[in-house]
C-alpha cells in the first residue's frame, strides 16, 4: 500500500498516519471515498469528490482543498488499485492499493446475500463515514452461516448491501431502492443510472427474492452478480444478462 497525507507527505504504508486525537479514531467520525483505478485513471473521480464534500459537511469536519488532493493522489497512483481519499478532523489521507484477488471468481459464480433487518435509517443516511462496524459486524455474522454478503432491510423495505447498492431485474425493468429509503447514492449506481435507466424505487423484500436475477454495484466491485437470497436461488441461479451487459458498459467507459 502507499499512503500520503496533506501532514506528513508520502509516508511508509506500514506507518501509522491518524494522530490518536483524531475524531476518525476516536469515534469513526471521517469522510472517506473508494474507487477504481484503471490504468492509471481514477474513474469518475470528480463525482467521489463531490460526494466527500458532501460528506465533510455533513459531519462538519474541516473543508476539503481540492488542489491539495490532487497532488496528494498523482503521487500515488500507477496502473490498476484502489484509491481511498479520507478527511479527518486534522489530516487529509489518501492511500492506493493492489485490487482484492477474488473479485473475478465471484463475478463468474456470484453472490449469495443474507437479509437483516436494520431498522430506520439514522441521521447520517447517505453519508459516506468510517463508521462501518454494523455493517461488517453483519457481513461476518452473514458469512458465518455461509452467504457472502448482507442486504439490509427497514421494516421489510431493501436498502443496500454492507459497501453496495442493491438492483434487480423483472422481466425487462431494471430497479433499484430510491434514496428517499436511506440508502447511499452511490458513485457507480448513478453512473449506471445514465447508462441504462431503472426505476428507483420503495420496494419490499419479496420482490428482490421474486426477481429474474440480482446484483451489486459499487467502485471496487463493479457489477457483481447476486444467485441466492437467504438460501433460495434468485432467478435461475446463475449471474443474468442485465450484470454482465452492465459490466461490459462499464469496462468500456472505464477504458474510454
Given at each position: 500500500?502507499?499512503v500520503?497525507?496533506a501532514r506528513l507527505?508520502?509516508?511508509d504504508?506500514?506507518e501509522?498516519?491518524f494522530?490518536?486525537?483524531?475524531?476518525?479514531?476516536l469515534?469513526?467520525?471521517?469522510a472517506?471515498?473508494?474507487?477504481?483505478?484503471?490504468a492509471?485513471r481514477?474513474?469518475?473521480l470528480?463525482e467521489?469528490?463531490t460526494r466527500?464534500?458532501n460528506?465533510i459537511?455533513?459531519l462538519?469536519?474541516p473543508?476539503?482543498?481540492e488542489?491539495e488532493?490532487?497532488?496528494l493522489?498523482?503521487?500515488?497512483i500507477?496502473?490498476?488499485?484502489?484509491?481511498?481519499?479520507?478527511?479527518t478532523s486534522?489530516?487529509?489521507?489518501?492511500t492506493?492499493?493492489?485490487l482484492?484477488?477474488k473479485l473475478?471468481?465471484e463475478?463468474?459464480?456470484g453472490l449469495?446475500?443474507?437479509?437483516v433487518?436494520?431498522g430506520a435509517?439514522t441521521i447520517?443516511a447517505?453519508?459516506?463515514?468510517?463508521?462501518y462496524?454494523?455493517?461488517f459486524?453483519?457481513?461476518?455474522d452473514a458469512?458465518?452461516v455461509?452467504?457472502?454478503d448482507?442486504?439490509?432491510?427497514?421494516?421489510?423495505?431493501v436498502?443496500?448491501?454492507a459497501t453496495a447498492?442493491?438492483?434487480?431485474?423483472?422481466?425487462?425493468?431494471?430497479?433499484?431502492?430510491a434514496?428517499?429509503a436511506?440508502?447511499?447514492?452511490?458513485?457507480?449506481?448513478q453512473?449506471?443510472?445514465?447508462?441504462?435507466?431503472?426505476?428507483e424505487?420503495?420496494?419490499?423484500?419479496?420482490?428482490?427474492?421474486?426477481?429474474?436475477?440480482?446484483?451489486?454495484?459499487?467502485?471496487?466491485?463493479?457489477?457483481m452478480?447476486?444467485?441466492?437470497l437467504?438460501?433460495a436461488?434468485?432467478?435461475?441461479g446463475?449471474?443474468?444478462?442485465?450484470?454482465?451487459?452492465l459490466?461490459?458498459?462499464?469496462?468500456?467507459?472505464?477504458?474510454?
Amino acid at each position: 500500500m502507499k499512503v500520503a497525507t496533506a501532514r506528513l507527505g508520502v509516508v511508509d504504508g506500514t506507518e501509522p498516519v491518524f494522530r490518536a486525537d483524531d475524531e476518525a479514531l476516536l469515534r469513526g467520525s471521517a469522510a472517506f471515498e473508494t474507487l477504481r483505478v484503471y490504468a492509471g485513471r481514477p474513474f469518475l473521480l470528480p463525482e467521489h469528490v463531490t460526494r466527500l464534500r458532501n460528506s465533510i459537511a455533513a459531519l462538519a469536519l474541516p473543508p476539503l482543498d481540492e488542489q491539495e488532493l490532487a497532488g496528494l493522489v498523482a503521487q500515488l497512483i500507477d496502473g490498476d488499485g484502489v484509491l481511498r481519499l479520507f478527511r479527518t478532523s486534522h489530516d487529509l489521507v489518501v492511500t492506493f492499493d493492489t485490487l482484492p484477488g477474488k473479485l473475478e471468481d465471484e463475478r463468474a459464480h456470484g453472490l449469495a446475500l443474507r437479509s437483516v433487518e436494520l431498522g430506520a435509517p439514522t441521521i447520517l443516511a447517505g453519508v459516506k463515514a468510517t463508521s462501518y462496524a454494523d455493517a461488517f459486524a453483519a457481513r461476518r455474522d452473514a458469512e458465518r452461516v455461509g452467504a457472502d454478503d448482507v442486504v439490509f432491510l427497514a421494516g421489510g423495505v431493501v436498502l443496500e448491501a454492507a459497501t453496495a447498492n442493491v438492483w434487480w431485474r423483472t422481466g425487462d425493468r431494471l430497479f433499484t431502492p430510491a434514496l428517499d429509503a436511506g440508502v447511499l447514492p452511490g458513485v457507480t449506481r448513478q453512473f449506471l443510472l445514465g447508462v441504462e435507466p431503472a426505476e428507483e424505487t420503495i420496494a419490499d423484500v419479496a420482490e428482490l427474492a421474486g426477481a429474474d436475477e440480482a446484483f451489486l454495484t459499487s467502485s471496487i466491485r463493479e457489477v457483481m452478480p447476486v444467485i441466492a437470497l437467504d438460501g433460495a436461488a434468485i432467478g435461475d441461479g446463475r449471474p443474468g444478462p442485465a450484470a454482465a451487459r452492465l459490466q461490459a458498459v462499464l469496462r468500456l467507459r472505464s477504458a474510454a
